[in-house]
C-alpha cells in the first residue's frame, strides 16, 4: 500500500509539487526532473510512489518521458478563455502567441433533427459548416466545427479564408453581433482520425467542447464542437463585466 500523509496518497503530493514548481515558473519546459530511483531517495518514498507521481503527470501533460534519456517538462499549458465570446486568433494573439488554420472544409448542408433544433430552424434548413484545425506555434492544438444558418451570411463561403477570423466575417459583413455561449465541457478519446490531425495517440483523453453562439438579439447563430488536446490546452474563465 502506498504511504499517505493526512489521509492523501503520496504520488497525489508530489504530484501537486511538481504542478506547483511548474506553474510557479520555478520547473521550465525541457527541465529534466529527477529519475524515479532520485526522487524515491529523495523524498523518502518507494519506486513505486515516484512511478505513479510520474506516470500520472504524464498522462495529465505536464512532462514526457523520453526513453534512455530521462524525464522532461514537456510543453506549457495554453490558456484558453472559453467563456468569453473571442475569436480563437484574436485570443491567441493577446497572448503573444502565433496561430494559424487549416481548413478542413467549408460547405453547405441540410441541418438534421438535433442541429435543426440547436439552431431553432427548420429541419433541412440549410447551414454553413466550418470545420477548421487551429495551429498555435506550428503546434496543432484543436480542431473546432462551426454551423451556422444559412439565411444568416449568404454566400459566406466568398469571404472565408485560413486568414480571417469567422467572428469577423460574421460582424463586418453580415452585422452579426455576438454576444455570449451556453456549453458544456467533457473528456472524449480521440479518434483515428482526429487523432492523425492533433498528431496524438489514437484514443487521447482530450477536452471535447460543444454549445451555442447567441447574437445580442438573443437568436442562435452558431452550433460548434471543439475537441482540444488535453496535453496541452487549460481551460479557464473570466468573465468581463458588462458595459
Not at 67 to 78: A, L
Amino acid at each position: 500500500m502506498e504511504k499517505e500523509i493526512d489521509g492523501i496518497p503520496y504520488y497525489q503530493k508530489l504530484k501537486t509539487m511538481f504542478i506547483e514548481e511548474i506553474k510557479n515558473g520555478n520547473l521550465k519546459y525541457g527541465d529534466k526532473i529527477p529519475s524515479e530511483r532520485e526522487l524515491a531517495d529523495k523524498f523518502g518514498v518507494s519506486r513505486m510512489t515516484a512511478r505513479h507521481a510520474l506516470s500520472t503527470l504524464e498522462r495529465e501533460g505536464f512532462v514526457e518521458r523520453r526513453v534512455g534519456v530521462g524525464t522532461f517538462i514537456s510543453n506549457r499549458k495554453i490558456q484558453w478563455n472559453f467563456i468569453t465570446v473571442n475569436s480563437f486568433t484574436k485570443g491567441m494573439e493577446d497572448k503573444g502567441l502565433k496561430p494559424t488554420t487549416e481548413t478542413i472544409f467549408a460547405k453547405i448542408e441540410k441541418a438534421d433533427e438535433f442541429l435543426a433544433n440547436k439552431l431553432n430552424i427548420s429541419n433541412g434548413e440549410e447551414v454553413f459548416s466550418l470545420k477548421r484545425l487551429r495551429i498555435i506555434d506550428d503546434i496543432p492544438v484543436a480542431i473546432e466545427l462551426s454551423q451556422i444558418p444559412y439565411k444568416f451570411c449568404l454566400q459566406i463561403e466568398e469571404y472565408i479564408s485560413n486568414k480571417i477570423s469567422l467572428y469577423q466575417v460574421l460582424d463586418e459583413f453580415y452585422g452579426l453581433k455576438l454576444a455570449k455561449q451556453k456549453q458544456y465541457m467533457r473528456i472524449s478519446l480521440s479518434d483515428s482520425v482526429e487523432s492523425k490531425l492533433l498528431r496524438i495517440g489514437n484514443e487521447t483523453p482530450c477536452l471535447s467542447i460543444e454549445g451555442t453562439t447567441y447574437d445580442s438579439l438573443e437568436r442562435p447563430i452558431e452550433y460548434y464542437q471543439t475537441l482540444a488536446r488535453g496535453d496541452l490546452i487549460e481551460f479557464y474563465s473570466e468573465p468581463t463585466n458588462p458595459q
